[in-house]
């Protein structure tokens, strides 16, 4: 799957959450990722995930993809709805250094 710079980014963020976790017990890894993309993640991002992983193959880590499950998704109940934007590249690049 061929991805656009912004989602490339994405995959590339929740991918070194991942490798983060990985020095954690087994148990942990992916609920620790599923917390920090909830908490840091807003949900235009998290809409883009979740685009990302039903499209298929866009390299996400198998911790991230394990996670997904338990990721909130954008308008589920116990987030409130909204509509769906783009995502800002610049709200990726923020904090964020190769």
């Keep these: 799957m061929s991805l656009d710079h912004t989602n490339a980014k994405l995959v590339r963020m929740a991918n070194q959450i991942a490798t983060f976790f990985k020095s954690q017990p087994e148990d942990e890894r992916t609920h620790g990722v599923a917390t920090h993309i909830n908490k840091f993640w807003e949900p235009r991002m998290r809409t883009a995930f979740f685009e990302l992983v039903e ?10 993809i ?18 769906p934007e783009a995502i800002d590249p610049a709200m990726l690049e923020a904090g964020f250094s190769d």
Aim: hydrophobic share 30%.
């Design 55 to 64: 499209q298929g193959d866009a390299g996400f880590d198998p911790i991230v």
């Design 66 to 83: 394990a996670a997904a499950d338990l990721i909130k998704r954008p308008g589920s109940p116990s987030q409130p709805s909204e509509p």
